[in-house]
């Protein structure tokens, strides 16, 4: 069965840094376009950022691009979302997601609370 399994959430003060990782298993990660999302305390789930099934042309949410930085390692069945320059209303639990056919797969998220 699929599974997303989201790792690397902390507690971090504003400007600082924080990878998150999403290991995949059951489905060919490689074949997938892979999306990490957020959801704030009282708000919707966002989409944050999405990467291509081979890497590529990567979409960033405009209140990230510039500080955040999706990647993948097929060989591994891992997505990650690098985050610098974090700032407070980055505060959110992050989810991994992948959609296969018309179905659509979310990790357990993991939480990131940016504050001083």
């Known amino acids: 069965q699929v599974q997303l399994v989201e790792s690397g959430g902390s507690l971090v003060q504003p400007g600082g840094s924080l990878r998150l990782s999403c290991a995949a298993s059951?489905?060919?990660?490689?074949?997938?376009?892979m999306s990490w999302y957020r959801q704030a305390p009282g708000k919707e789930r966002e989409l944050v950022a999405t990467?291509?099934?081979?890497?590529?042309?990567?979409i960033y949410t405009d209140s990230v691009k510039g500080r955040f930085t999706i990647s993948r390692d097929n060989a591994k069945k891992t997505v990650y979302l690098q985050m610098n320059s974090l700032k407070p209303e980055d505060t959110a639990v992050y989810y991994c997601?992948?959609?296969?056919?018309?179905?659509?797969?979310w990790g357990q998220g993991t939480q990131v609370t940016v504050s001083s």
């Open positions: 990467i291509p099934s081979a890497g590529g042309r990567t």
């Open positions: 059951g489905f060919t990660f490689s074949s997938y376009t």
């Open positions: 997601h992948v959609q296969i056919l018309f179905r659509q797969y």
